[in-house]
């Protein structure tokens, strides 16, 4: 069994920022690469960010320059830093692993970004 657990979403104003955090635990073997989604509002599910193993980093768009993953590998934890938050970055994010077992998906966690 896998657990992946999400934290640090919440409500914040326009320009802000916040950090979210996914710890993985159980038979999860050899953990490939880590990664954020996200699905707002009558949207489809969208990649944010991923990291690899050896660090590599891949981003969207919409939220380089502003956004920024990274991870611990001894701890299977990765985090994802947003600043300069806009109100389009209103969504559920979701964590998810790749692993030698298989992708694996957090519960997700909401990101309001609002006045």
């Known amino acids: 069994q896998v657990q992946l657990v999400e934290s640090g979403g919440g409500l914040v104003q326009p320009g802000g920022s916040l950090r979210l955090s996914c710890a993985a635990s159980?038979?999860?073997?050899?953990?490939?690469?880590m990664g954020w989604y996200r699905q707002g509002p009558g949207k489809q599910r969208e990649l944010v960010a991923s990291?690899?193993?050896?660090?590599?980093?891949n981003y969207a768009d919409s939220v380089k320059g502003r956004f920024t993953i990274s991870r611990d590998n001894a701890k299977n934890t990765v985090y994802l830093q947003m600043n300069s938050l806009k109100p389009e970055d209103t969504a559920v994010y979701y964590c998810?692993?790749?692993?030698?077992?298989?992708?694996?998906w957090g519960q997700g966690t909401q990101v309001t970004v609002s006045s």
């Open positions: 998810k692993v790749d692993s030698t077992r298989g992708p694996y």
């Open positions: 159980g038979s999860i073997y050899t953990i490939i690469v």
């Open positions: 990291i690899s193993s050896g660090g590599r980093t």
